[in-house]
Antibody
Framework: QVRLVQSGAEVGKPGASVKVSCKASGYFFTTYYIHWVRQAPGQGLEWMGMVNPSGDTTSYAQKFQGRVTMTWDTSASTAYLELKSLRSEDTAVYFC??????????WGQGTLVTVSS | DIQLTQSPSFLSASVGDRVSINCRASQGITNHLAWCQQKPGKAPTLLIYDASTLRSGVPSRFSGSGSGTEFTLTISSLQPEDFATYYCHQINTYPPTFGGGTKVEI
């Protein structure tokens, strides 16, 4: 079955960077786009961007342009999210999710990123 | 960007109740709308896609309807495990967007 397993919780200082991983299994990694979505405490879901492993492309939400880098390692079936210049408002749970039929059909368990000095 | 507006934001209900949650899109998205359920501390899980197609394994008390700009998620008889937050989302028109969520509580 399809599984997305994310790396563990991270704590970052303001101005620093954090990198979260998402290891996929149960399907051919390059067949589907992987997206990143975050959820601040008590808030809704916010799309950050996506990677297309087969097309070698990325697309980022305008809000995160310049601060986010999404990469992947096909040999490891793993996608990565790096967020730079951390601010307190970046404290959130970060999810990877895989596209299915016109929807986000599979989700990682989430990674809590806490920004604190 | 396509805005998805959910209503209500909060819904108080009892076990056995029939409940409906609405999602309005700022422009037509044909039937390309999905619904997810999220429980506290957990990742969202897909319930319905293409507006009305139930994901395999999802109980039949969940149903979806609508097309264009108006969509509805209905739970025919609320069960204790259904108390959660529900989100609509669309990914066919970039950027993908989510509704603000509907928290179903006792």
């Amino acid at each position: 079955q399809v599984r997305l397993v994310q790396s563990g919780a991270e704590v970052g200082k303001p101005g620093a960077s954090v990198k979260v991983s998402c290891k996929a299994s149960g399907y051919f990694f390059t067949t589907y786009y992987i997206h990143w979505v975050r959820q601040a405490p008590g808030q809704g879901l916010e799309w950050m961007g996506m990677v297309n492993p087969s097309g070698d492309t990325t697309s980022y939400a305008q809000k995160f342009q310049g601060r986010v880098t999404m990469t992947w390692d096909t040999s490891a079936s793993t996608a990565y999210l790096e967020l730079k210049s951390l601010r307190s408002e970046d404290t959130a749970v970060y999810f990877c999710t895989r596209e299915s039929i016109s929807c986000f059909g599979h989700w990682g368990q989430g990674t809590l990123v806490t920004v604190s000095s | 960007d396509i805005q998805l507006t959910q209503s209500p934001s909060f819904l108080s209900a009892s076990v056995g109740d029939r409940v409906s949650i609405n999602c309005r899109a700022s422009q037509g998205i044909t039937n390309h709308l999905a619904w997810c359920q999220q429980k506290p501390g957990k990742a969202p899980t897909l319930l319905i896609y293409d507006a009305s197609t139930l994901r395999s394994g999802v109980p039949s008390r969940f149903s979806g309807s609508g097309s264009g700009t108006e969509f509805t998620l209905t739970i025919s008889s609320l069960q204790p495990e259904d108390f959660a937050t529900y989100y609509c989302h669309q990914i066919n028109t970039y950027p993908p967007t989510f509704g603000g969520g509907t928290k179903v509580e006792i």
